[in-house]
């Protein structure tokens, strides 16, 4: 599970998670709809986050519960809901140990939800929670990153400027601009990528009440570590928790592994009979 510290820089970074699909749209959501049409409405999202997914499966008409670690996401998640007028079911809870009263059709952790744990062991327990969890008919989704040659060569790397988009913020709203740079030093001794996200916000209604236009910035920077998971990780943490993996994709279209910059993994429970 993630650090003390990242889990508060998680929560700080809460209101702000969701720009990023907004500047990099993406067809994860149509990708679990598919699975929750094919396999079964009865679902668990792992790091629930902000509900962008969760919500949406539940629009669809699928009966979902959602955990995060993280109280903020919680509520973002919560709000995003009332919003959309539907009802989830949301637990504050740690993903490499809970206990729910029930088994679900499909287990999902998208979005590298995977990589927030801090090593092998903890991605083991989790994979264990998800068995335990699972219909004996149901499928588990795992979707993190492929790993890329990046993730093992010493930093540093320079800063990226990932995204500036104009949004209404605040309250009243007024317009800002937030600009997203990111950078990533990877620690390949251990498979971690050490990242950080600054959010330069500017408040752009401001912008010509001061002095040569220039507006206000405020900075948001949050920092956590991401665990890079390989292929034949993924394989033995499944033989190890009592479930096999069946398919490995490389993006949302099912394209094979090493085609995409995805790495989704399907899994099943094993037949012991």
């Excluded at 220039?214 to 033989?239: G, K, M, W, Y």
């Excluded at 009592?242 to 790495?263: A, C, H, K, S």
Aim: aromatic fraction near 6%; glycine fraction near 6%.
């Amino acid at each position: 599970m993630p650090t003390q510290s990242d889990l508060e820089n998680i929560n700080l970074i809460a209101p702000l998670y969701d720009l990023d699909f907004a500047a990099f749209p993406r067809e994860d959501l149509e990708f679990y709809q598919w699975l929750s049409e094919t396999h079964g409405k009865n679902i668990l999202e792992l790091g629930i986050g902000t509900g962008r997914i969760g919500v949406g499966l539940a629009q669809a008409g699928a009966t979902v519960t959602g955990i995060d670690v993280s109280e903020q996401m919680i509520a973002e998640a919560t709000k995003l809901a009332e919003k959309q007028n539907v009802e989830i079911n949301l637990i504050l809870s740690d993903m490499t140990n809970f206990k729910l009263p029930q088994r679900f059709n499909l287990i999902c952790a998208p979005m590298g939800t995977l990589q927030h744990c801090q090593d092998i062991n903890e991605v083991v327990k989790t994979f264990a929670m998800i068995e335990e969890h699972l219909d004996d008919e149901g499928i588990a989704v795992v979707d993190v990153d492929a790993p890329l040659p990046d993730d093992f060569t010493p930093p540093p790397m320079p800063p990226i400027q990932h995204w500036s988009q104009l949004i209404n913020i605040g309250s009243p709203p007024e317009l800002h601009r937030v600009t997203k740079t990111v950078i990533i030093e990877p620690e390949p001794a251990v498979s971690l990528k050490h990242v950080v996200w600054h959010y330069d916000i500017t408040n752009e209604a401001n912008r010509n009440t001061h002095s040569a236009g220039a507006a206000p910035l405020h900075r948001v920077t949050a920092e956590f570590s991401l665990l890079t998971i390989t292929p034949s990780e993924i394989q033995l943490a499944a033989n190890l928790t009592g479930m096999e993996l069946i398919d490995l994709y490389g993006d949302y279209d099912l394209r094979p592994y090493g085609d995409g910059v995805r790495q989704i993994a399907l899994l099943k429970r094993q037949n012991l009979s």
